[in-house]
């Protein structure tokens, strides 16, 4: 099984990225996807996460700002992320839990960085 992070780059502070997460897992074996952040020197951090039924869960830090969505039809979920702030940057990683599982898969991660 490969999850596919990609979209992170260099944006300035007010700006807006998009990351994509590719699933080698069919829809119907997919549970829960979700994102999560590592900034330089601290743990990994939970930012969103989102059900087959499309129900949503925020970071206090992102709500309002971030929005996670999934494409079933493309094994695809999706992380805008508007008003990026400093503390934002990190490498975000997707992730997913098979459904039966209770351990999740982890994607290789992509580098977000917001500075002027």
């Known amino acids: 099984v490969q999850l596919q992070a990609s979209g992170g780059g260099l944006v300035q502070p007010g700006g807006s990225l998009r990351l994509s997460c590719a699933a080698s897992?069919?829809?119907?074996?997919?549970?829960?996807m979700a994102w999560y952040r590592q900034a330089p020197g601290n743990q990994r951090e939970f930012v969103a996460r989102i059900t087959p039924g499309e129900n949503t869960i925020y970071a206090d830090s992102v709500k309002g700002r971030f929005t996670i969505s999934r494409d079933d039809a493309k094994n695809t979920a999706y992380l805008q992320m508007n008003s990026l702030q400093p503390e934002d940057t990190g490498v975000y990683y997707c992730a997913l839990l098979p459904r039966g599982s209770a351990s999740n898969l982890w994607g290789q991660g992509t580098l977000v960085t917001v500075s002027s």
């Open positions: 897992l069919s829809a119907a074996s997919i549970d829960i």
